[in-house]
């Protein structure tokens, strides 16, 4: 094939990756829904390489799927039979820190926490943070528009990015890596680039804004006997509490299967809502707002971490890495809904669900102080969800209460189908002009989101 011959020469034996070569992780993200491995994995190592590159692709004809870290959950860079895959994992690193700007710029295959830990070693936050952070790149958390653990005080991922460059299907490269907070010109390609899913360009570099590194943090566990508890616990948070950085919720049956396989104990029997409540503050503050909110009835028992170690055993249970190898199959789906509606959303959800697959694991937990909301499933026997019945359900009913299907995790191939719950025919039609115009031939990430 002679265009797989220029690509080796171009990048390289490390670069072009085919046959026997390509490894597996390349079939599929963490979804586990990919079926096919790329005929050719293109390893790029600098911007010039990935716009060469994606010129002799786009002049063959050629799809080609970018891949991060591949920790995604809706099957974003899964290949289709006779796709490549262009991964940055070579392109990666820190190219600056800019300290009177506030401002770090970095290369898309950097992963997470290496961004994370390097602007703590100079005195800064980087604001993004997932629970996937060891794996999953800075490229692939913008392509998604990735949420995570403290959006209701950092926002999404798009919330914190200041400049972008990217790479289009015909190898033009866009590059506005500016540092302002304020640039007021006109249409603003990082928000279409962000959450694009790689439909558009491939994210090559990018400029985030940092936030002052905290001097003081807190954070409690506590157990609540109502919803109604966990939002005038949420309203008293965010009026009394300074620097709140995250309330997740846990409804019983996920806490108790999560702090059970994970070898802890934190509440002896499961609440019917236990909350993880960090909070930019001093310990004794948070000690404070917790007494009130106990006298007050809100909450009925709460855990102050003493030590950091006590901090990430609350984070453990909530993270729930054990279910995945406990429950196989587990199908993990995310929505957003009015913060009002999701116990409304979660009730009516597991009763359908075990109306129709009898025998199932069904529990949710979430961000729930930015109103995302994500649902475990597991059907008996470690059964595969073949014709999509939780989907149904699930999306069904997000529909109905006027929410998204997708909160954080992009829509990818797996929720394709139900990108209509939530998007009005205009606005898809829209969206499909949009992808047409920089990628004519449609051999960008092909078949994700549209």
């Known amino acids: 094939m002679a265009l797989l011959d220029e690509l080796a020469t171009l990048l390289g034996p490390q670069g072009c990756l085919i046959g026997t070569a390509v490894p597996e992780a390349a079939r599929s993200d963490a979804s586990r829904a990919g079926r096919n491995l790329p005929i050719a994995l293109l390893r790029p190592a600098s911007v010039d390489e ?45 190219e600056e820190i800019d300290r009177d700007s506030a401002t770090m710029t970095l290369k898309a295959g950097t992963v997470l926490q290496v961004a994370q830990e390097k602007a703590a070693e100079a005195g800064f936050l980087f604001p993004v943070d997932l629970g996937s952070r060891g794996s999953c790149t800075v490229g692939g958390n913008i392509a998604t528009n990735a949420g995570g653990l403290r959006v209701i005080r950092d926002g999404m991922t798009r919330d914190n ?19 302002m907070v304020k640039n007021n010109t006109g249409y603003d390609l990082r928000h279409l680039l962000a959450g694009s899913e790689g439909t558009l360009g491939i994210i090559t570099r990018a400029v985030f804004r940092l936030r002052p590194l905290p001097r003081d943090r807190a954070t409690a566990l506590c157990a609540l006997d109502s919803y109604a508890c966990v939002l005038a616990l949420l309203a008293g948070a965010r009026t009394q509490l300074s620097g709140l950085s995250a309330f997740e919720a846990m409804w019983r049956d996920y806490f108790a299967m999560s702090q059970s396989l994970a070898g802890l104990r934190l509440f002896a029997d499961a609440p019917a809502f236990s909350v993880i409540l960090e909070a930019q503050a001093e310990t004794a503050a948070l ?29 453990t249970v909530r993270e729930g890495h054990a279910m995945d190898a406990h429950l196989p199959g587990l199908i993990n789906l995310d929505v957003s809904l009015p913060v009002t509606r999701l116990d409304d959303f979660a009730q009516a959800c597991r009763v359908a669900i075990l109306a129709r697959l009898p025998g199932s694991h069904v529990s949710f937990f979430g961000h729930v102080g930015d109103s995302n909301l994500h649902i475990a499933v597991a059907l008996p026997d470690g059964a595969d969800d073949i014709d999509h019945t939780v989907d149904e359900i699930a999306y069904g009913l997000v529909r109905d209460l006027g929410g998204s299907v997708s909160a954080e995790h992009g829509i990818g191939t797996l929720k394709r189908a139900w990108l209509g719950h939530s998007r009005s025919v205009p606005e898809i039609a829209a969206v499909r002009s949009l992808k047409a115009s920089p990628d004519r031939k449609g051999i960008l990430n092909p078949g994700k989101v549209l």
């Not at 995604?72 to 990666?92: I, K, T």
């Not at 289009?168 to 890596?177: I, K, Q, R």
């Not at 809100?298 to 855990?303: P, S």
């Open 50 to 94: 990935v716009s060469r590159a994606m010129a002799l692709c786009h002049a063959a004809g050629q799809a080609v799927v970018p891949q991060g870290g591949m920790t995604g959950l809706a099957g974003g860079a899964n290949p289709r039979p006779g796709d490549f895959a262009l991964s940055l994992q070579r392109l990666s690193g820190i």
């Open 161 to 179: 990015l200041l400049g972008i460059e990217a790479v289009l299907a015909d190898g033009t490269v866009l590059s506005n890596l500016g540092k």
């Open 287 to 315: 000690e404070g707002f917790l007494g009130t909110a106990f006298e007050e009835g809100i909450i009925a028992d709460a855990l102050v971490a003493q030590t950091e170690a006590e901090a990430r055993d609350f984070w």
